[in-house]
Nanobody, 128 residues
């Protein structure tokens, strides 16, 4: 069983930046495809970004392209989400997700049901 722990969420003004972190409790972190999802009050959980285990392939939802960057540090078993130019509509609980040995070309990275492991989330609030 892999545990994921997110951190870095807080209250920030519109236009500001945050970096979220998610640390995994597995020595084989480098073999995991990692994703970030978010859920705003009254809305369904939605895909934000994903990063393949090779580290070279990424995908973003359209609303965050050019503002968010997903990255990983395999030595620290940690995935990051660097968020810039934050908007009030980015307000949500952000969740980290992981799946082992998921081949990028066939893995539905935007489908939250495809991931095996989830963190408990970290709250991001963007004030206008």
């Amino acid at each position: 069983q892999v545990q994921l722990v997110e951190s870095g969420g807080r209250l920030v003004q519109a236009g500001g930046s945050l970096r979220l972190s998610c640390t995994a409790s597995t020595p084989t972190f480098k073999t995991y495809t990692m994703g970030w999802f978010r859920q705003a009050p009254g809305k369904e959980r939605e895909f934000v970004a994903a990063l393949g285990y090779s580290g070279g392939r990424t995908r973003y939802t359209d609303s965050v392209k050019g503002r968010f960057i997903i990255s990983r540090d395999n030595a620290k078993s940690t995935v990051f989400l660097q968020m810039t130019n934050l908007k009030p509509e980015d307000t949500a609980v952000y969740y980290c997700a992981a799946d082992a040995d998921a081949p990028w070309d066939s893995f539905p990275v935007q489908d939250n049901s495809a991931y095996d492991y989830w963190g408990r989330g970290t709250q991001v609030t963007v004030s206008s």
